[in-house]
């Protein structure tokens, strides 16, 4: 069974930091494109992050280029969001997701990923 965890969300003063970590299993993790998407309250899901199965190609959303980075280790099956500079904007649940056809192209939508985890909340207070 394909699982995917997240761990290290919590509360932060703007400007903090946390690293995210995603624990994956039941697949074969280096042949997945790995992203990071967030949800806060009362918006929609929006991309955050992706990085290749060589872990060689990442990618950021406008908002996040420059403070948060992403980074995989698959030899461990996980993949990690450290983010730095939060702001109270960056505020949501935060969730690992698996993309099994690693079309790089088409990283940043969400409908082609095919695992996701369970979601963790960050909250930034200002």
């Known amino acids: 069974q394909v699982q995917l965890v997240e761990s290290g969300g919590g509360l932060v003063q703007a400007g903090g930091s946390l690293r995210l970590s995603c624990a994956a299993s039941?697949?074969?993790?280096?042949?997945?494109?790995m992203g990071w998407f967030r949800q806060a309250l009362g918006k929609e899901r929006e991309f955050v992050a992706a990085?290749?199965?060589?872990?060689?190609?990442?990618y950021y959303a406008d908002s996040v280029k420059g403070r948060f980075t992403i980074a995989r280790d698959n030899a461990k099956n996980t993949v990690y969001l450290q983010m730095n500079s939060l702001k109270p904007e960056d505020t949501a649940v935060y969730y690992c997701?698996?993309?099994?056809?690693?079309?790089?192209?088409?990283?940043?939508?969400?409908?082609?990923?095919?695992?996701w985890g369970q979601g963790t909340q960050v909250t930034v207070s200002s």
């Open positions: 997701a698996a993309d099994r056809r690693g079309s790089w192209s088409r990283a940043t939508f969400g409908n082609e990923y095919d695992y």
């Open positions: 990085i290749s199965w060589s872990g060689s190609r990442t």
């Open positions: 039941g697949l074969t993790f280096s042949t997945y494109v």
